[in-house]
């Protein structure tokens, strides 16, 4: 079974940096291609970016390309999201999605697990 633990969200005002991790844990890191999302109040879950499993493939949101970088460490079974110059807009729950085999990378149905998210909050 797969387990997603997602960890580093907190509060942070308007410009700074903040890096989230995701631990992916019961199967092996490297049979799975992983993703960041993210939902805000009111709104849908929405893709963020997305690295296949072993790291060759990268793809991001377009408005979110040149602040967040994704990246994952296939040793440590860790995805990380580097993100800068945070806005009030980035303020949302995060989430990271893990499958065998993502058809549609930027489907959310395209990821059979999930972790529990993990919340990020910009003050300006």
């Known amino acids: 079974q797969v387990q997603l633990v997602e960890s580093g969200g907190r509060w942070v005002q308007a410009g700074d940096s903040l890096r989230l991790a995701c631990v992916l844990s019961?199967?092996?890191?490297?049979?799975?291609?992983m993703a960041w999302f993210r939902q805000a109040p009111g709104q849908e879950r929405i893709f963020i970016a997305a690295?296949?499993?072993?790291?060759?493939?990268?793809d991001y949101a377009d408005s979110l390309k040149g602040r967040f970088t994704i990246s994952r460490d296939n040793a440590e079974n860790t995805m990380s999201l580097q993100m800068n110059s945070l806005e009030p807009e980035d303020t949302a729950l995060y989430y990271c999605?893990?499958?065998?085999?993502?058809?549609?990378?930027?489907?959310?149905?395209?990821?059979?697990?999930w972790g529990q998210g993990t919340q990020v909050t910009v003050s300006s």
């Open positions: 019961g199967r092996i890191f490297t049979d799975y291609d």
């Open positions: 690295i296949s499993r072993g790291g060759g493939i990268i």
């Open positions: 999605a893990a499958d065998r085999n993502a058809w549609d990378r930027r489907k959310l149905r395209s990821y059979d697990y």
